[in-house]
């Protein structure tokens, strides 16, 4: 609720002509963002910027960070847990050159974890925030830009169920990233499901809090999902003085999930 109340307070922004979130499918979906609770904002914004390339925003008491396919919204507070506890395990980019990223990164003083060949046959590393939040990069050399969001990635028990859910949630269909055969695409982000030996925790209050959804016409899938038996953790709402409505719900491994209406505005 905070996110976008606060959040978006603001069409004062500067703009990226290469950051832009998706287009929609013919339902009117597109991803939207990924939330974190970070315990230093500053040090986080420094590092999505300078390492990654995003465009910072700032509006008021919070901080945005604008990339291709996504948006990324950081709260200051301390996460209750890392990312790796939870179901929301990571997200990741595309990147165009991992070596270049590598050598500057750790000649920063962090860590990236030894490369290996990922699910597409694609040179991956992993990289962890402060906090604890949790990221894998995928070289792809034909990258336009240096960074792009590619995918997020839950692991739980009963995954394969989780996958349907999704699919019967947004009327979208299964296919498999290379080896990874759970998974399935919104426009601008792949969402995969994997397994997991021990019980994952919800995402609420930790490294990575929830992650969004832009949908067209929000209230009339918001009705309709009401009429299915979704149950929301916040209804659908709009704040009229700038034009943005929203709804929060939790899907049934415990992730926290915002439906919006107008983040593209970010972008345009």
Known sequence: MRLLILLLTSFCLSHSANAQLATPNQAGLTFGHVHLNVPDVEEHARLWTEFFGGERLAIGSLTAIKF??????????????????????????????????????????????????????????????????????????????????????????????LLNWYTELFGIEIRARGSIATTTNVPGMNLSFGGSNTPRAPTQGAAIDHVGFEISDLEAFCRELERRGIEFDQPYSRI??????????????????????GLTKLYE
């Open 68 to 161: 291709p396919n996504m948006l990324l919204i950081m709260y200051e507070e301390a996460p209750t847990m890392v990312s790796r506890q939870t179901v929301m395990d990571h997200f990741g980019f595309k990147v165009r050159n991992i070596q270049a990223f590598r050598e500057k990164w750790e000649a920063a003083g962090y860590r990236l974890e030894p490369d290996f060949r990922g699910a597409e046959g694609q040179t991956n590393a992993y990289l962890t925030f402060p906090g604890g939040t949790y990221v894998e990069l995928q070289e792809d050399q034909g990258l336009h830009e240096e960074m792009a969001g590619y995918h997020i990635h839950y692991r739980t028990e009963g995954h394969e169920e």
């Open 240 to 261: 009229e003085s700038i034009g943005l409505a929203n709804a929060f719900l939790t899907d049934p491994s415990g992730v926290r999930v915002e439906l919006t209406e």
